[in-house]
Protein backbone atom coordinates (compact mmCIF):
# COMPACT_ATOMS: atom_id res chain seq x y z
CA UNK A 1 0.00 0.00 0.00
CA UNK A 2 0.95 3.20 -0.40
CA UNK A 3 0.98 5.87 2.20
CA UNK A 4 1.45 9.63 2.57
CA UNK A 5 1.99 11.48 5.91
CA UNK A 6 1.42 15.18 5.48
CA UNK A 7 3.29 16.74 8.19
CA UNK A 8 5.39 13.24 8.13
CA UNK A 9 8.75 15.53 9.43
CA UNK A 10 6.77 16.35 12.94
CA UNK A 11 6.96 14.39 16.18
CA UNK A 12 4.03 12.78 15.79
CA UNK A 13 3.89 12.54 11.84
CA UNK A 14 7.41 10.56 12.74
CA UNK A 15 5.70 8.10 14.49
CA UNK A 16 3.35 7.37 11.88
CA UNK A 17 5.89 7.20 9.40
CA UNK A 18 7.75 4.46 10.92
CA UNK A 19 4.89 2.88 12.36
CA UNK A 20 3.65 2.09 8.14
CA UNK A 21 7.43 1.74 7.28
CA UNK A 22 7.23 -1.40 9.63
CA UNK A 23 4.19 -3.21 8.28
CA UNK A 24 5.63 -3.30 5.21
CA UNK A 25 4.05 -0.16 3.42
CA UNK A 26 5.52 2.57 0.98
CA UNK A 27 5.51 6.10 2.54
CA UNK A 28 6.00 9.54 1.33
CA UNK A 29 6.52 12.60 3.42
CA UNK A 30 5.37 15.81 2.45
CA UNK A 31 5.79 18.90 5.15
CA UNK A 32 6.45 22.41 4.87
CA UNK A 33 10.21 21.75 7.22
CA UNK A 34 11.63 20.79 3.69
CA UNK A 35 15.44 20.13 4.56
CA UNK A 36 14.04 18.08 8.13
CA UNK A 37 11.97 16.11 6.28
CA UNK A 38 13.68 15.15 3.64
CA UNK A 39 17.20 13.85 5.70
CA UNK A 40 14.70 12.24 7.88
CA UNK A 41 12.95 10.35 4.87
CA UNK A 42 16.42 9.31 3.59
CA UNK A 43 17.40 8.22 6.98
CA UNK A 44 14.61 5.77 7.30
CA UNK A 45 13.89 5.12 3.85
CA UNK A 46 10.37 6.62 2.86
CA UNK A 47 10.62 9.23 0.08
CA UNK A 48 9.94 12.81 0.17
CA UNK A 49 7.54 15.52 -1.55
CA UNK A 50 7.75 19.19 -1.36
CA UNK A 51 4.22 19.42 -2.41
CA UNK A 52 1.34 17.92 -0.63
CA UNK A 53 -1.19 17.16 -4.12
CA UNK A 54 1.38 15.90 -5.47
CA UNK A 55 2.44 13.72 -2.64
CA UNK A 56 -0.98 12.36 -2.47
CA UNK A 57 -1.69 11.43 -6.14
CA UNK A 58 -0.63 7.81 -6.06
CA UNK A 59 -1.54 7.40 -2.55
CA UNK A 60 -4.03 4.47 -1.09
CA UNK A 61 -4.10 5.93 1.98
CA UNK A 62 -3.27 9.86 3.06
CA UNK A 63 -3.22 10.34 6.55
CA UNK A 64 -2.93 14.78 7.42
CA UNK A 65 -0.96 15.04 10.80
CA UNK A 66 -0.63 18.95 10.49
CA UNK A 67 -1.36 21.70 13.48
CA UNK A 68 -5.24 22.21 14.27
CA UNK A 69 -5.18 25.21 12.76
CA UNK A 70 -4.09 24.46 9.09
CA UNK A 71 -5.45 20.86 8.90
CA UNK A 72 -8.81 22.02 7.44
CA UNK A 73 -6.72 24.19 4.48
CA UNK A 74 -4.71 21.16 3.89
CA UNK A 75 -7.49 18.65 3.27
CA UNK A 76 -9.39 20.99 0.89
CA UNK A 77 -5.57 21.32 -0.43
CA UNK A 78 -5.47 17.81 -1.59
CA UNK A 79 -9.03 16.86 -2.17
CA UNK A 80 -8.81 17.58 -5.94
CA UNK A 81 -5.58 15.44 -6.88
CA UNK A 82 -6.43 11.84 -4.32
CA UNK A 83 -7.11 8.87 -6.34
CA UNK A 84 -10.50 7.43 -6.30
CA UNK A 85 -11.71 5.39 -3.45
CA UNK A 86 -8.59 6.20 -1.93
CA UNK A 87 -8.65 7.01 2.28
CA UNK A 88 -7.72 10.43 3.63
CA UNK A 89 -7.44 10.41 7.79
CA UNK A 90 -6.60 12.75 9.85
CA UNK A 91 -5.73 12.95 13.54
CA UNK A 92 -6.27 16.60 15.25
CA UNK A 93 -6.90 16.79 18.77
CA UNK A 94 -9.95 18.65 17.71
CA UNK A 95 -12.82 17.63 15.48
CA UNK A 96 -14.97 20.64 14.92
CA UNK A 97 -13.25 22.26 12.54
CA UNK A 98 -12.23 19.22 10.42
CA UNK A 99 -15.45 17.05 10.36
CA UNK A 100 -17.21 19.70 7.76
CA UNK A 101 -14.64 19.29 5.70
CA UNK A 102 -14.58 15.58 6.06
CA UNK A 103 -18.23 15.47 5.02
CA UNK A 104 -17.52 17.52 2.01
CA UNK A 105 -14.93 15.06 0.83
CA UNK A 106 -16.91 12.51 1.18
CA UNK A 107 -19.40 13.91 -1.36
CA UNK A 108 -16.07 13.04 -3.91
CA UNK A 109 -14.08 10.30 -4.82
CA UNK A 110 -12.32 10.05 -1.58
CA UNK A 111 -13.30 7.85 1.70
CA UNK A 112 -13.04 10.19 4.80
CA UNK A 113 -11.14 8.88 8.10
CA UNK A 114 -11.11 11.29 11.51
CA UNK A 115 -9.02 9.39 14.17
CA UNK A 116 -7.32 10.92 17.42
CA UNK A 117 -4.25 8.60 18.44
CA UNK A 118 -4.55 9.10 22.16
CA UNK A 119 -1.07 8.50 22.88
CA UNK A 120 1.82 10.21 21.97
CA UNK A 121 4.53 9.98 19.57
CA UNK A 122 6.65 7.76 22.34
CA UNK A 123 4.65 5.04 22.53
CA UNK A 124 6.92 1.97 21.32
CA UNK A 125 3.94 -0.54 21.09
CA UNK A 126 -0.16 -0.17 20.45
CA UNK A 127 -0.74 -2.81 22.89
CA UNK A 128 -3.47 -0.96 25.23
CA UNK A 129 -3.20 2.11 23.32
CA UNK A 130 -6.61 3.89 22.42
CA UNK A 131 -7.52 5.34 19.38
CA UNK A 132 -10.47 7.26 19.32
CA UNK A 133 -12.70 7.64 16.13
CA UNK A 134 -15.26 9.88 15.39
CA UNK A 135 -17.73 8.61 12.42
CA UNK A 136 -18.10 10.42 9.66
CA UNK A 137 -19.83 8.50 6.94
CA UNK A 138 -19.74 4.39 7.51
CA UNK A 139 -18.89 4.47 10.94
CA UNK A 140 -18.35 0.33 10.31
CA UNK A 141 -16.44 0.80 7.67
CA UNK A 142 -14.13 3.19 9.46
CA UNK A 143 -14.02 1.16 11.94
CA UNK A 144 -12.58 -1.87 10.10
CA UNK A 145 -9.97 0.66 8.52
CA UNK A 146 -8.44 1.72 11.70
CA UNK A 147 -8.00 -1.75 13.10
CA UNK A 148 -6.19 -2.96 10.13
CA UNK A 149 -4.05 0.22 10.23
CA UNK A 150 -3.47 0.09 13.68
CA UNK A 151 -3.78 -3.38 14.77
CA UNK A 152 -3.81 -4.33 18.76
CA UNK A 153 -4.85 -0.76 19.61
CA UNK A 154 -8.39 -0.29 21.09
CA UNK A 155 -10.69 1.76 19.20
CA UNK A 156 -12.87 4.07 21.04
CA UNK A 157 -15.88 5.52 18.61
CA UNK A 158 -17.34 8.87 19.81
CA UNK A 159 -19.14 11.45 18.32
CA UNK A 160 -17.34 14.89 17.53
CA UNK A 161 -19.09 17.54 19.85
CA UNK A 162 -18.65 14.83 22.85
CA UNK A 163 -14.77 14.22 21.70
CA UNK A 164 -14.09 17.89 22.02
CA UNK A 165 -15.73 17.69 24.94
CA UNK A 166 -13.81 15.54 26.69
CA UNK A 167 -10.86 16.48 25.48
CA UNK A 168 -11.33 20.06 26.99
CA UNK A 169 -10.94 17.97 30.46
CA UNK A 170 -8.95 14.83 29.31
CA UNK A 171 -6.48 16.81 27.38
CA UNK A 172 -6.75 21.07 27.72
CA UNK A 173 -7.38 21.13 31.47
CA UNK A 174 -4.42 18.78 32.19
CA UNK A 175 -2.24 20.75 29.82
CA UNK A 176 -3.27 23.62 31.33
CA UNK A 177 -2.37 22.75 35.24
CA UNK A 178 1.19 21.37 34.41
CA UNK A 179 2.00 24.37 31.85
CA UNK A 180 1.18 26.50 34.96
CA UNK A 181 2.75 23.93 37.61
CA UNK A 182 6.00 23.95 35.19
CA UNK A 183 6.03 27.95 35.35
CA UNK A 184 6.21 27.96 39.30
CA UNK A 185 8.64 25.52 38.91
CA UNK A 186 10.76 27.02 36.78
CA UNK A 187 11.68 30.13 39.48
CA UNK A 188 12.70 27.43 41.88
CA UNK A 189 15.87 25.62 42.38
CA UNK A 190 14.72 22.24 41.09
CA UNK A 191 18.25 20.64 41.93
CA UNK A 192 17.51 21.27 45.62
CA UNK A 193 13.51 20.33 45.24
CA UNK A 194 14.62 17.13 43.82
CA UNK A 195 16.22 16.28 46.67
CA UNK A 196 13.44 16.44 48.67
CA UNK A 197 10.35 15.90 46.74
CA UNK A 198 8.42 12.73 47.58
CA UNK A 199 6.54 10.61 45.14
CA UNK A 200 3.59 13.10 44.23
CA UNK A 201 6.55 15.89 43.98
CA UNK A 202 8.60 13.51 41.52
CA UNK A 203 5.55 12.12 39.26
CA UNK A 204 3.89 15.49 38.79
CA UNK A 205 7.05 17.44 37.72
CA UNK A 206 7.45 14.39 35.21
CA UNK A 207 4.04 15.18 33.94
CA UNK A 208 5.04 19.07 33.49
CA UNK A 209 8.30 18.52 32.07
CA UNK A 210 7.06 16.10 29.36
CA UNK A 211 4.39 18.73 28.54
CA UNK A 212 7.20 21.24 28.03
CA UNK A 213 9.32 19.86 25.60
CA UNK A 214 6.34 20.06 22.69
CA UNK A 215 6.01 23.09 21.00
CA UNK A 216 4.10 26.34 22.70
CA UNK A 217 2.26 26.87 19.39
CA UNK A 218 0.93 23.04 19.66
CA UNK A 219 -0.37 23.26 23.17
CA UNK A 220 -2.06 27.07 21.92
CA UNK A 221 -3.58 25.82 19.18
CA UNK A 222 -5.28 22.95 21.47
CA UNK A 223 -6.26 25.58 23.85
CA UNK A 224 -7.54 28.48 21.79
CA UNK A 225 -9.22 25.89 19.44
CA UNK A 226 -11.25 24.28 22.51
CA UNK A 227 -15.05 25.17 22.64
CA UNK A 228 -15.39 23.91 25.93
CA UNK A 229 -12.41 24.67 27.74
CA UNK A 230 -13.07 28.16 29.19
CA UNK A 231 -16.12 26.80 31.32
CA UNK A 232 -14.26 24.30 32.62
CA UNK A 233 -10.99 26.79 33.32
CA UNK A 234 -13.50 29.36 34.89
CA UNK A 235 -14.88 26.34 37.17
CA UNK A 236 -11.53 25.29 38.18
CA UNK A 237 -9.97 28.60 38.83
CA UNK A 238 -13.27 29.35 41.47
CA UNK A 239 -12.60 26.24 42.99
CA UNK A 240 -9.14 27.25 43.22
CA UNK A 241 -9.86 30.52 44.86
CA UNK A 242 -12.16 29.24 47.59
CA UNK A 243 -9.71 26.72 48.14
CA UNK A 244 -7.07 29.77 48.56
CA UNK A 245 -9.13 31.51 50.88
CA UNK A 246 -10.02 28.66 53.17
CA UNK A 247 -6.41 27.94 53.68
CA UNK A 248 -5.21 31.79 54.06
CA UNK A 249 -8.16 31.65 56.47
CA UNK A 250 -7.19 28.32 58.05
CA UNK A 251 -10.96 27.19 57.23
CA UNK A 252 -9.96 23.51 58.18
CA UNK A 253 -13.76 22.48 58.31
CA UNK A 254 -14.51 24.22 54.61
CA UNK A 255 -11.32 22.81 53.11
CA UNK A 256 -12.02 19.15 54.72
CA UNK A 257 -15.73 19.28 53.27
CA UNK A 258 -14.85 20.00 50.03
CA UNK A 259 -12.15 17.35 50.27
CA UNK A 260 -14.53 14.70 51.35
CA UNK A 261 -17.56 15.20 48.92
CA UNK A 262 -14.63 15.53 45.57
CA UNK A 263 -13.19 12.12 47.68
CA UNK A 264 -16.33 10.52 47.71
CA UNK A 265 -17.61 11.15 43.84
CA UNK A 266 -14.04 9.94 43.06
CA UNK A 267 -14.41 6.70 45.27
CA UNK A 268 -17.13 5.67 42.79
CA UNK A 269 -14.28 4.66 39.74
CA UNK A 270 -13.54 0.67 40.56
CA UNK A 271 -9.65 2.19 39.69
CA UNK A 272 -9.72 4.14 42.62
CA UNK A 273 -8.64 1.86 45.01
CA UNK A 274 -5.77 0.57 42.96
CA UNK A 275 -4.60 4.58 42.35
CA UNK A 276 -1.81 4.32 44.98
CA UNK A 277 -0.75 1.28 43.45
CA UNK A 278 -0.64 2.58 40.04
CA UNK A 279 1.00 5.65 40.72
CA UNK A 280 4.07 3.31 42.50
CA UNK A 281 4.16 1.32 39.45
CA UNK A 282 4.56 4.58 37.66
CA UNK A 283 7.40 5.72 39.45
CA UNK A 284 9.39 2.40 38.92
CA UNK A 285 9.53 3.44 35.50
CA UNK A 286 11.64 6.15 35.70
Same mark, same amino acid.
Given at each position: ???????????????????????? =??????????? /??????????????????????????????????????? %?????????? =???????????????????????? =? *?????? =??????????? /??????????????????? *?????????????????????????? +??????????????? /?????????????????????????????????????????????????????????????????????????????? +?????????????????? %????
Amino acid at each position: MNVTIIGGGGRMGRWLVRHFLSQG =HNVRISDVKTE /EAMAFAESVGASFSGDNPEAVEDADLTVVSTPITVAPQV %LREIAPSMKE =HSIVAEICSLKSHVVPVLLEMAET =H *VKPLSI =HPLFGPGVKRL /EEEKIALIPVVDPSSEIGS *VNRFFPSAEVVAVEAEEHDRAMALTL +SLPHFLNILFASVMS /EEDLVFLKKLGGTTFTLQLALSESVMTESPELYASIQMNDEYIVRYLERFLSKAENVRDWIAGKDAESFTEFYRTAQA +SLSKDEDFSKSYERMYRA %LELF
